[in-house]
């Protein structure tokens, strides 16, 4: 265990607490401080400042002159086009076409994803190998993962990376409502196969988490060529160690000093590897088997990772530990299964 009982019940009374002072805070204020960045601090381009109709300090009226996309007003108006979601958002039903006027959020009302009754949760999915027909649990068959993405498409849920998820737990950004992100375990070639052209139909974008002594080790799996191409397209890469041995476990007959020597090696030079392969600062970790101690946690802050990943199934608010995220294993086809594990809101009751 990482927290004793004492501790872990002191750190859970404290953060709710907090919450119980944020909701205060929101039943109390009538306005909210402003999230984005105005217009008025922005250098504009012509082209988006032509279906200008009106602005506040609030929001923003536009008329569509039937060039722009979510993406381009989110750029020139909120000033990152990554937060097109909260356009969309506003707008939800309302034609995207010339001549149709739209509303542009100048403040985000969310802060943290906490309202009234409850608070924004983030189900980070995980999965492993694919296959035309699978027989095994950490198998997913293509019909199965096609279905999946499908339904996250047609029921407003958004795939979102974990550089997203990673600035709204730091409180640097805001999310979706129905976010979730989408991660894959050890580097299977057959992600590359099947998975990554069903992301691409569905526009997306994922975490792998590879252990470096599997890349470029046989046809199953994926060479570092690929993991090259996947970077380029938007897929972020974090490591899962450089064997894939279980951290926690310290060998028989092995002393205190080669286990640390050991799993140090693990930790580091996994990153190092990842990091001069791919030309990036590798900063999440997913543990082999979901496993960790007190002393795998320290080692891997030192390293340099600011997320670590178990496989502990639920869901994430803005306030968990960075370092003991849970995801949850896809492990089953059917469709129900799949929805069950898409919970996005943990509402409180008062009563």
Not at 317 to 336: C, G, H, S, V
Request: glycine share 6%; proline share 3%; aromatic share 12%.
């Amino acid at each position: 265990m990482v927290f004793s009982r004492k501790k872990f019940n002191t750190v859970k009374a404290a953060a709710c607490g907090f919450i119980s002072l944020w909701f205060l805070l929101l039943a109390a204020c009538t306005s909210l401080p402003p999230a984005f960045k105005s217009v008025k601090s922005m250098g504009i381009e012509k082209e988006t400042l032509r279906g200008l109709v009106f602005q506040s300090d609030d929001y923003i009226v536009y008329r569509l002159t039937g060039n722009e996309t979510t993406a381009m007003l989110a750029a020139a108006y909120l000033g990152d086009s990554r937060i097109a979601w909260a356009i969309e958002d506003e707008n939800m039903g309302i034609p995207f076409q010339k001549g149709q006027r739209i509303v542009i959020p100048l403040k985000d009302p969310k802060n943290g994803g906490l309202s009234t009754d409850g608070y924004q949760v983030v189900p980070i999915l995980c999965y492993h190998r694919f296959r035309e027909k699978c027989n095994t649990p950490l198998c997913i068959s293509k019909d199965a993962f096609e279905r999946q993405m499908a339904y996250l498409k047609a029921n407003g849920y958004r795939v979102i990376t974990l550089k997203d998820f990673s600035d709204f737990i730091h409180e640097r950004r805001e999310i979706p409502d129905r976010s979730v992100v989408i991660s894959f375990d050890d580097g299977y070639q057959s992600f590359y196969e099947i998975a990554y052209p069903i992301l691409k139909k569905f526009d997306f974008k994922a975490t792998l988490f590879v252990y470096t002594d599997f890349i470029g080790n046989g046809k199953n799996a994926l060479n570092w060529k690929q993991l090259r191409e996947l970077k380029a397209q938007g897929f972020e890469i974090g490591s899962h160690s450089v064997s894939h041995s279980d951290l926690t476990k310290q060998e028989k007959g092995e002393s205190d000093g080669a286990y640390l020597e050991r799993i140090n090696n693990e930790i580091i030079r996994s990153k190092a590897i990842i990091d001069d392969r791919l030309d990036q600062d590798t900063i999440y970790m997913a543990f082999p088997y979901g496993r960790y101690n007190s002393k795998i946690l320290r080692l891997c802050k030192q390293a340099g990772y600011t997320l670590g990943f178990t496989v502990k199934s639920g869901s994430n608010p803005f306030f968990a530990d960075p370092m003991i995220l849970k995801r949850t294993q896809i492990l089953k086809t059917n469709l129900e299964y799949f929805i069950s594990r898409l919970n996005t809101f943990h509402r409180l009751s008062f009563e």
